[in-house]
């Protein structure tokens, strides 16, 4: 049985038993070290809490907004950049990557990518379809997303 099958098998069941799955049964449910999901947490508590850590300044950092013409946006935004010839991955201010052509078209290749994956997630929902103009982000995309 492959990773995908377990995890759904095991939220099946605490939904079934509690009638609703959250973060915190599930990892109840895997702390034996028999459960099927067991090996899929890190349960070295030095090792969980700087993990957690970096998951609580990354939270931060997401809470930051800025004035830019008039409206509040995120003050940072996750991008790559290349120091000493590597590529290094952590947040920019906003207003900086409005300055710098390839770290706004990185912004706005993420944002097309994260809104194609938002259509395709919940197209099933009709209700949803006339949020996105799909001529626009088709058009948008060729300009900005390689695939």
Known sequence: MDL??????????????????TPQALVKASKS?????????EWDNDNAGEKYRVWQARK?????????????????????????NRPVQGYMSTIKILKKATLR?????KALKELMYWQTEYKKFTELDRLVNKKQLKLLSKKYVKK
């Open 4 to 21: 995908t099958q377990k995890i759904i098998l095991e939220v099946q069941k605490i939904e079934k038993k509690e009638g609703i799955c």
């Open 33 to 41: 070290i028999t459960a099927p999901l067991h090996n899929q947490f």
């Open 60 to 84: 931060l950092i997401k809470t930051v907004t800025v004035p830019i013409e008039n409206r509040q946006v995120h003050g940072f935004h996750n991008v790559t950049i290349t120091i000493q």
């Open 105 to 109: 078209q990185q912004v706005i290749t």
